[in-house]
């Protein structure tokens, strides 16, 4: 008997099983065999589940590890054994046994895997038989419940209660509503638990309770297949935030001063131009040079010259407005985006800089030089308004003996 009627042969008796679900996706996720024992362990026929996708069988938290398998497969061929969760057509769900292996086309490609799972214990079993999976997941990560058609709350486990501080039995029988903090029908999370009622599922993150939380919601499904209500499941990821926050932060804002960089410099400089087009409102650009830098360094040291620089941002940052931007953009360049002002208003910065930096007791002293660029008298670009201040700056470094004679803006 030739090879791949063997194969055939082999499949349709183990599709046959009464004992193990076994199952074929493709790549898409779209289901294309489902065996016997596949009907008895997920309570679906052959019919109901053939061409669906088999994330209707993988509950929200573990999706993203088969939609990753799915993703990925074309660089992974070796077969894979696990543990986890799927949901029966009742809505209940099974801990399996779930081994997998990939299916290939001549030219050696995947094109799919084989999945053969056996179940290890369930939901509905009895209380002997249940209590080791109870445990289990109430210390699964995150935050689980179950909805009502009303989505009120009920039933609800995982780790997440306890770290919230909140009491598992004082959830059931409340709204999700209540629950999550979000009344309004239309905004997050309440709407996607009424997209989840009309059988779509939703990925989305959530700031409650002063944490941020990734959340899946899915249609839970009675046994004839009716959506009965909702399963959410919430991981916190908060970690995971300020570890991204600290990470953009330190990408946009110089170590050494704590101010802005060149790069958030020039994407807020762009932005305030745009507002500025539509709102027809002015605003103004400071650019500032740290007097004699090289001298401070060849004659104190880098550790003053960077004390030097620390104390110039502390002024500007003292001097300006929240709503303003200080940036350090070079060695000893500074400059200073201010939202909202008029000439007068930049001049008058501009001087509380200069009177800041007189009257500060660190050694050595220092001076600074500054030039202004006015929006949209100096300039309706970027580039314009820069290219103002930095002419005016250098005019103003021009003056002989500014430190000594009292010093006034060109």
């Known amino acids: 008997m030739p090879h791949r009627q063997v194969r055939r042969h082999l499949l349709a008796a183990l599709l046959k099983s009464p004992e193990d679900a076994i199952l074929s996706v493709s790549l898409d996720g779209a289901i294309d065999t489902w065996s016997q024992g596949a009907k008895r362990i997920y309570g679906y026929t052959a019919k109901e589940m053939t061409g669906q996708p088999i994330s209707r069988l993988v509950p929200p938290h573990e999706w993203p590890r088969l939609k990753g398998i799915l993703s990925h497969a074309a660089g992974n061929g070796s077969a894979a054994s696990e543990t986890t ?8 769900q099974k801990i399996l046994r779930v081994e997998r292996v ?14 053969r799972a056996r179940t290890l214990n369930s939901f509905d079993a009895g209380p002997s038989a249940q209590a080791p999976v109870r445990s289990i997941i109430e210390q699964m990560p995150g935050l689980h419940w179950t909805t009502d058609k009303k989505l009120r709350i009920t039933s609800c486990w995982g780790k997440g209660l306890a770290s919230s501080e909140i009491p598992p039995a004082s959830l059931v029988g409340r709204s999700v509503c209540e629950f999550l903090g979000c009344a309004d029908p239309d905004t997050a999370p309440t709407a996607e638990h009424y997209e989840a009622l009309r059988g779509c599922s939703s990925h989305f993150e959530y700031h409650w309770k002063n944490r941020y939380w990734e959340i899946c919601v899915e249609p839970l499904r009675a046994a004839t297949g009716q959506v009965k209500g909702c399963l959410g499941s919430g991981l916190d990821i ?5 570890n991204e926050e600290q ?19 020039m994407d807020r400089l762009e932005q305030e131009v745009r507002r500025a087009e539509r709102s027809h409102h002015s605003f103004t650009l400071l650019l500032l040079d740290l007097d004699g830098l090289k001298r401070i360094n060849d004659l104190h040291g880098h550790l003053t010259g960077n004390r030097a620089l620390q104390r110039l941002a502390a002024v500007m940052n003292e001097h300006c407005r929240s709503t303003d931007l200080a940036v350090r953009y070079g060695g000893d360049e500074f400059a200073l985006v201010m939202i ?5 208003m930049a001049e008058q910065v501009a001087h509380r800089i200069e009177s800041g930096l007189q009257t500060d007791r660190g050694k050595p002293p220092m001076s600074v030089s500054i030039g202004i660029g006015l929006y949209p008298e100096d300039g309706r670009t970027a580039a314009e308004l820069i290219e103002a201040a930095d002419r005016q700056l250098y005019n103003y470094k021009r003056i002989e003996n500014r430190r000594t004679v009292p010093r006034r803006m060109i």
């Open 238 to 242: 908060t970690g995971r935030k300020k």
């Open 247 to 265: 990470t953009h932060h330190q990408a946009r804002h110089d170590a050494l001063t704590g101010l802005a960089n060149y790069r958030e410099f």
């Open 340 to 344: 909202d002002s008029d000439k007068g």
């Open 85 to 92: 969760e799927r949901l029966h057509k009742d809505g209940s």
């Open 102 to 115: 990939f299916i290939r086309d001549k030219q050696g490609n995947i094109t799919g895997f084989l999945e």
